[in-house]
Structures are given as C-alpha cells and as structure tokens.
C-alpha cells in the first residue's frame, strides 16, 4: 500500500480549486450563452463612454440596442460553436463573454478589452425595443 503525504494532498486541493476559478472565469459556452440571452433583454454598462444600455436578443436571430444617449442599434446575433457572441451588421463583431464573480458577466473584444457588462436580465422584450426601432 502507498502512503500518500499531507503536502500531496495540499497540492491536489489546490489545484483542483486553481482550475475551478479559473473556469469559473472563462469564456461562456455556446449552450449557456444562449440560454443566458436568446429572448431576453440585457441591461448594462458601455465601460468606454460611461452610458447604460438595453438590449434584446430576439429568437429570431436579430437583436436591438439602445443606449441612455438614445443611439439605437440592430443586427443579426448567433453564437459560435466556440462560444463567442456574434453580431453581425455593417461589421462582423466577435464578442467573448465571461462571468464575474458578482454573479454579472463581461464582454470583451478579440483583443482583450472589457467593451460592455451584462448586469441584469428580463424575459422577452419588455421594453418593447423592436418596436422602438420601427
């Protein structure tokens, strides 16, 4: 029979808590990406202009946006098989999602820069946003 030691122990914990953090940390998954957003508004934060939003992401594939500057915006969205948000308009923007540890979520640019936060989520469309843009 083996003996295994106190410090191997330790070192196993530890580990197994480093990888749990850090996936706790990681971009979302496709499935619980979509689940987070397909049919709900999100409401949160621009971090570079300092404005707030609301945003609904449509079943149907499309989203609508609108800021507390009142610039309103649409496309289409969809989720790679990877996990990174996809909007694509004029441009084609791919988006990283990432939990915080407050329980909201982060989105960031292919680069690495927080772009906008995700702090609270509604079923549907509730303030009525595609009819807004219409």
């Not at 295994?4 to 480093?18: D, E, P």
């Not at 098989?81 to 909201?104: A, F, I, M």
Request: charged share 25%; hydrophobic share 30%; proline share 1%.
């Amino acid at each position: 029979m083996r003996h295994i030691s106190h410090w191997s122990i330790v070192c196993g914990l530890l580990a197994m808590n480093f990888l749990s953090l850090s996936y706790a940390g990681g971009q979302l998954d496709k499935d619980t990406l979509e689940t987070l957003i397909n049919g709900n508004t999100v409401e949160g934060k621009w971090v570079k202009w300092g404005t707030t939003y609301k945003m609904y992401f449509d079943p149907s594939g499309n989203y609508k946006r609108i800021d507390s500057l009142d610039n309103k915006t649409g496309a289409k969205w969809f989720v790679d098989s990877d996990g990174t948000l996809r909007l694509v308009g004029r441009k084609d923007r791919y988006r990283t999602v990432k939990q915080r540890g407050d329980g909201g979520y982060d989105v960031y640019s292919p680069g690495g820069e927080l772009l906008w936060t995700m702090d609270k989520f509604s079923s549907g469309d509730i303030y009525k946003l595609f009819k807004k843009h219409e």
